[in-house]
């Protein structure tokens, strides 16, 4: 499976941005997506999760704020980001992952992992 992450850019504080990452290959394994973000000096942090089933987990820092969603039938997860913040400014990044579970505590077991996409939040 692989991840293709996009949409990032620069934007205003209190402006919107949307997130796509679109899988190609063996898709129908994939049954939980999610985003992560790292910021410059700062360690990598789970933003947002959906499984399969609909569940969902977010970060605090984002309640309200984010969507997380998917697209079954496009293979593709979204992150609508609403309300941004400059401390939102990082590299977003997407992962995927067999299991159902969306807490993803250990990043480094998930399964595939895309490249990043760069948001820019200007005060």
């Known amino acids: 499976v692989q991840l293709q992450a996009s949409g990032g850019g620069l934007v205003q504080a209190g402006g919107s941005l949307r997130l796509s990452c679109a899988a190609s290959?063996?898709?129908?394994?994939?049954?939980?997506w999610g985003w992560f973000r790292q910021a410059p000096g700062k360690e990598r942090e789970l933003v947002a999760v959906?499984?399969?089933?609909?569940?969902?987990n977010y970060a605090d820092s984002v309640k309200g704020r984010f969507t997380i969603s998917r697209d079954n039938a496009k293979s593709t997860v979204y992150l609508q980001m609403n309300s941004l913040k400059p401390e939102d400014t990082a590299v977003y990044y997407c992962?995927?992952?067999?299991?159902?579970?969306?807490?993803?505590?250990?990043?480094?077991?998930?399964?595939?992992w895309g490249k990043g996409t760069l948001v820019t939040v200007s005060s």
């Open positions: 992962a995927a992952d067999r299991s159902y579970g969306v807490l993803w505590r250990d990043f480094s077991g998930l399964d595939y």
């Open positions: 290959g063996r898709t129908v394994s994939i049954n939980s």
């Open positions: 959906i499984s399969s089933r609909g569940h969902t």
